[in-house]
């Protein structure tokens, strides 16, 4: 059910419309790759290289976003199962264990259509240990070759020209290579210059679109609608012309709310009133996606900035694609994911948003068996409270495995939490600019 203000409703649905299309045809060529003679690359979101991948005419898949809409289809339960089955432990991170499930049950893509087996597997190593097993698993059930661009980590929180270097020399004499030699295209600069040049015009307008929750109240929901958000720039269309038309919707839409004094846009219409500004720190739960948005909006609680949203990369620091600089420019682009950044770097972005975005709170969602993103958020949580003076909220929940996610227990601990804003509220100033 959409909102009861008819303009409205028809701008929120163009792009949600226009997205599911794109995702939907994007699963239609993949289910048709093999007979097209198209090849497919799996990779991961932090650290993809979509604009490389497509100027060798190559279709992306990525395992995680499978992953993530099979749980929004209640399928991630069943497929969690399987995988245990053939002993993959409760320890391994959910989006692991979904995506082998599916494949183990026929490789049924989260839209019904059969996804293709991979032409080549290409790791983009941000931060994240599990992705490099993940595709070793993968490895062996496909049987197909394998590329890996390694990311140092970035544990002094810079990125020094020698780093910097080692990861380009990879991109020139690995990973182009692999790609010329699975799809048998010469390898074009100004093709991928051209979608470069795109990129850096989406990430300016997903910028745009982050900033306006400053205003209050926000037009938008960094979190729960967020994840909308970065659907079409994270995942497969990056540096497409559909891309960039998507975001011009999307921020026309954002621009309505903004104009018109409004709030978010939530399953149940828009938002009426704005009572708790919150930053969230760690990704949501899927599997019941729509009930745990509803105990934020039922609460007048607004997500104005979060961390998820910024997994698939980190533009608000000025970072865009730089079409002159191909090389160096996605060796940066994968340094900047949040999962390749140390912990204070991680805390200062989250202190930064808090203060910028006059957030009444901070919640982390932490996730089982995301040790990514978990690892860390206890202390996390007490440097924000002692950097800001406001109390952080914690909550527990699981990505994709439905058994993971106590409905009352987090409920409880929301309201408790938000009364808790409540009582602050006239005893505490406002996070001091630093
Ligand atoms: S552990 Fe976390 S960051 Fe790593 S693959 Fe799983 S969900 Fe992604």
Redesign the pocket.
Known sequence: MMGKTAHTEIQKEASMVLQKEMIGNHFKLLSQAKAQGKKVVYTFVPGNLNELIRSFGMLPVHP?INALQSAMRKLSGGYILEAEKYGHSEDV?T??KCDIGMLKMGNIGPLGEKLPPPDLLLLSYTG?F??MK?FEILRKEYNCPTVMLHIPYQSDGKVTPSMLKYVVNQLREEVVPALEKVSGVKYDESKLQTMLESSARTENDLVYIWETGKNKPSPIDAYFGGVYYIGPIFTAFRGLPECEEYYKQLRAEVDFRVENKLGPMTPEGILKKEKYRLVVEG?PNWTSFREFWKMFYDEGAVVVSSSYVRVGGIYENGFRHDPKRPFETQAEYCFGCY?NLNLPMRISLLEKSIVDYEADGFLINSIK?????SAGQLLILRELESRTHIAGGFIESD?VDPRYFGAANIKNRLESYFQMIDANRGLKTSPSKR
């Open positions: 995680e991170c989006y692991v994240c599990t992705f993940w990704p999962t068996s995301c040790n990514s993103f990505l």
